[in-house]
T-cell receptor
């Protein structure tokens, strides 16, 4: 079955450590997105990529980094520069001209 | 910048109809969407409407679009406890470097009381 997979579902890290969240899709979608979700704040766009080897900053890119070396994969690194990294992270993908995004099931990151 | 607004909470009784409202700002949006998010999960696409339509019906869901007022609504008939979730409205940007990106509202939390 085609879909978008985020792993792991839960992630715990110590303050000051970098951590990488995985997002893989087998839908042959061109575009991929990373969102952060905090209670009552809706979805905030971190980074997006419309084609391989290219990505753009979203509204809250500071303290995050991404790469897009393969069409299927769009990993997100939460660096130690991110001041408040504890949140629910959602990855999404879409095809050009499509009827919306397909979302992964999310990764809940807790930094202690 | 573009913005999508929706009320944060709605509470209804099981069996009643629910109406979730949304306003958007980009008059050139070609597609508008409703997504559902259950606790601890990702977003699922519920339905979408093309901007040249006024209404779209899909089983218990009815979407109404007032393009003049930039107002979108989602009506859920015979609301069930399983409909309890957060509902997000989204518009598709139709211009600029972010063309094709979706702008989401903050979500309306629907609580269904038995």
């Amino acid at each position: 079955d085609g879909g978008i997979t985020q792993s792991p579902k839960y992630l715990f890290r110590k303050e000051g450590q970098n951590v990488t969240l995985s997002c893989e899709q087998n839908l042959n979608h061109d575009a991929m997105y990373w969102y952060r979700q905090d209670p009552g704040q809706g979805l905030r766009l971190i980074y997006y990529s419309q084609i391989v080897n290219d990505f753009q900053k979203g509204d809250i890119a500071e303290g995050y980094s991404v790469s897009r070396e393969k069409k299927e994969s769009f990993p997100l690194t939460v660096t130690s520069a991110q001041k408040n990294p504890t949140a629910f992270y959602l990855c999404a993908s879409s095809a050009t001209g499509s009827y919306g995004y397909t979302f992964g099931s999310g990764t809940r990151l807790t930094v202690v | 910048g573009e913005d999508v607004e929706q009320s944060l909470f709605l509470s209804v009784r099981e069996g009643d109809s629910s109406v979730i409202n949304c306003t958007y700002t980009d008059s050139s949006s070609t597609y508008l969407y409703w997504y559902k998010q259950e606790p601890g999960a990702g977003l699922q696409l519920l339905t979408y409407i093309f901007s040249n339509m006024d209404m779209k019906q899909d089983q218990r869901l009815t979407v109404l679009l007032n393009k003049k007022d930039k107002h979108l609504s989602l009506r859920i008939a015979d609301t069930q406890t399983g409909d309890s979730a957060i509902y997000f409205c989204a518009e598709r940007l139709n211009y600029g470097g972010s063309q094709g990106n979706l702008i989401f509202g903050k979500g309306t939390k629907l609580s269904v009381k038995p």
